[in-house]
């Protein structure tokens, strides 16, 4: 049999370069698909740098328009004594039927920046209004809402209440209970700041970064000092608000917030109970004790400096007034001889809010057609006719006609029989402030010895059933405080005081007091501050009060004082108090705080609390 013989056969040439030319295109076709997805790599890449970048941006502008707000928050609060204007900037919201309110809402929440361009826009989504501000080929939105802080609380123990136009009370002296969404009466406040980027559009921006933040003042303590704050003795400090807060050292053997603490006056050997309390100075010493408590002494620690205390602030007037009951503002000065009072006219033009005023101006003083303010008192007693002692004496009862808006003249004839409140000496032009302070500004002119006299204006509660007259006193001179007060259950209804010496303070008799202005300010020197009469008691009725200090403090003996204290230790002009440091506690000098402290520590409109989203 025969096999079959194979033969081969020639390729074609063509059809190898079929297959060369496919090869080709395969090869084309792979380097097409690596080189489109490096590009779509590449461009989700920048797209997505892109978007980081308009991310970070829009968080900046979110970030701007936080210290915008609080920077404009903290202006609002050197002229007030809390935010009513961030959340009702005109004054104009009726607030009869809370929780529903009534016109004059439009300005509501908005802050009256005045950028280029600033409008107002609806955030999609939220149903609010912000203030826009374009900035940057972007722009921040801004908005304010209360923290909900009216009620029956400890926190409305200081409720302000200075502007009730339109029923607008705090929430809970109108409506038990109810919160008012346009006041405020803590200083804090929750902002909400949203950053866009690019574009100023919330509805089409790219990128969108919301902050919410709330502002409000720095924690408080029962004490704050500037410089060193010496506990010798058996001194000590306690209440459940006794921490402190001093920039110097806190030296001595002094005890805090323990009952194991030794001495105090004999009415109240020891604190009532043990409360942890911290005590934090700046320096290298902080050598209080805790008296059986868990309180500790830190040094070397980062404190605030104390707030300023200006006795001409605008903060340290009353509340404004366009009818009904008033708190009654008196300017005391001795002049020509004689003693003089002055009280404020609420009802002439400009003058309904003593508040708005820059500072407070002396009666007389110089003042412009848009700040009158020199011009709001009215001389109600005049004793400079009168010859001898009479001529030093100031003689009223007090009286609820003293509230009215317009003052009436007080009798100064030289034999009223009205009790002695206050009694001048030594009433020449002094020089204890001569040359001395100018920087810090507690007097509006340079020429401060014009201002603070050596004349001390002796306040009197020894006849019987005697009080100095209620509301805020401005006295041009230094005070003395020699006859004890009434107790605070013997005060009669609405009866309230807070006394601001232009120079120093001596205290050596009792005092029951409830501060007058709603800063919570019951006493304030704009010098010197000395309580030095054994078991003496200065009582603010358990109410949240301060005593205010510009220089020094000095306490010694059987002393007793509750309240806060705050004293700045500016400058070492007077003489009341010498020594370097800014408080001396002697002996069995005690200080209880047990109601909250109305004045904080630190800057004012802090950030205490930050959140971010992305809408």
């Not at 979110?62 to 903290?74: P, T």
């Not at 309110?101 to 609806?122: K, S, T």
């Amino acid at each position: 049999m025969r096999l079959p013989v194979c033969s081969a056969r020639a390729v074609p040439r063509g059809g190898r370069a079929g297959f060369t030319l496919l090869a080709l295109l395969l090869v084309l076709a792979a380097m097409t698909l690596v080189v489109a997805t490096t590009m779509q790599l590449g461009e989700d890449e920048r797209r997505s740098a892109s978007l980081v970048r308009h991310d970070a941006r829009a968080l900046a502008l979110a970030e701007l328009g936080v210290e915008r707000s609080r920077a404009y928050l903290a202006a609002l609060l050197a002229r007030d004594v809390d935010l009513d204007r961030a959340l009702d900037p005109k004054l104009n919201t009726e607030c009869i039927l809370l929780p529903a309110l009534g016109a004059g809402q439009e300005d509501d929440h908005l802050p009256l920046f005045d950028d280029p361009g600033a409008d107002e826009v609806e955030l999609p989504g939220t149903g609010k209004r912000f203030r826009r501000v374009p900035h940057a080929d972007g722009a921040y939105l801004v908005r304010f809402d209360d923290n909900d802080d009216d009620g029956d609380s400890p926190a409305s123990e200081a409720a302000t209440s200075n502007n009730p136009g339109l029923g607008c009370e705090e929430g809970d002296l109108l409506a038990p209970g109810k919160s008012n969404p346009v006041r405020d009466r803590d200083q804090t406040v929750i902002l909400t700041v949203v950053g866009l980027y690019p574009g100023s559009d919330p509805a089409t921006a790219q990128a969108r970064k919301v902050l919410r933040v709330r502002v409000g003042p720095q924690p408080a303590a029962g004490i704050i000092a500037g410089g060193t704050i010496d506990l010798d003795g058996a001194s000590h400090v306690c209440g459940a608000h006794g921490d402190i807060f001093a920039t110097g050292d806190i030296a001595g053997t002094g005890c805090i917030c323990g009952t194991g603490c030794k001495g105090g006056p004999p009415k109240k050997q020891a604190c009532d109970a043990n409360t942890t309390c911290v005590a934090q100075s700046g320096g290298d010493v902080c050598s209080a004790t805790g008296g059986g408590s868990s309180s500790q002494c830190i040094p070397g620690t980062s404190v605030p400096p104390p707030p300023p205390v200006r006795v001409w602030s605008s903060l340290n007037a009353p509340p404004g007034c366009t009818g009904g009951v008033c708190t009654p503002f008196y300017y005391l000065r001795e002049q020509g001889g004689g003693a003089q009072v002055f009280m404020w006219n609420y009802t002439r033009t400009g003058c309904a809010k003593p508040l708005a005023c820059p500072r407070i101006f002396h009666p007389g003083e110089s003042s412009t057609t848009t700040e009158p303010c020199g011009k709001c008192w009215d001389k109600v007693y005049d004793v400079s006719s009168c010859s001898g002692a009479k001529s030093k004496e100031v003689r009223k009862l007090d009286d609820v006609s003293l509230t009215a808006p317009i003052p009436l003249p007080w009798v100064s004839t030289c034999t009223n029989s009205a009790p002695v409140i206050w009694k001048t000496s030594n009433p020449a032009f002094g020089s204890i402030v001569k040359d001395c302070d100018l920087s810090t500004g507690p007097y509006p002119e340079l020429s401060p010895g014009k201002w603070s006299k050596d004349a001390v204006f002796n306040g009197s509660f020894q006849a019987t059933g005697a009080l100095l007259p209620r509301g805020v006193w401005m006295v041009e001179g230094n005070v003395d405080f020699s006859g004890n007060s009434l107790a605070c259950t013997a005060f009669p209804s609405g009866w309230k005081l807070s006394v601001l010496a232009q120079g120093s303070m001596d205290i050596n008799a009792e005092l029951s007091l409830r501060p007058a202005l709603p800063t919570g300010v019951a006493l304030l020197a704009g010098r010197d501050m000395k309580v030095w009469k054994g078991n003496t008691f200065i009582e603010t009725c358990g109410e949240s009060a301060a005593l205010l200090v510009h220089e020094q403090f000095y306490m010694v003996a059987d002393t007793h004082l509750t309240g806060q204290l705050v004293v700045e230790n500016a400058a070492d002009c007077s003489g009341t108090v010498n020594g370097p440091s800014g408080i001396t506690l002697k002996g069995n000098a005690t200080i209880e705080v047990s109601a909250s402290p109305p004045i904080s520590s630190g800057r004012p409109a802090a950030v205490l609390e930050w959140s971010e989203s992305s809408y």
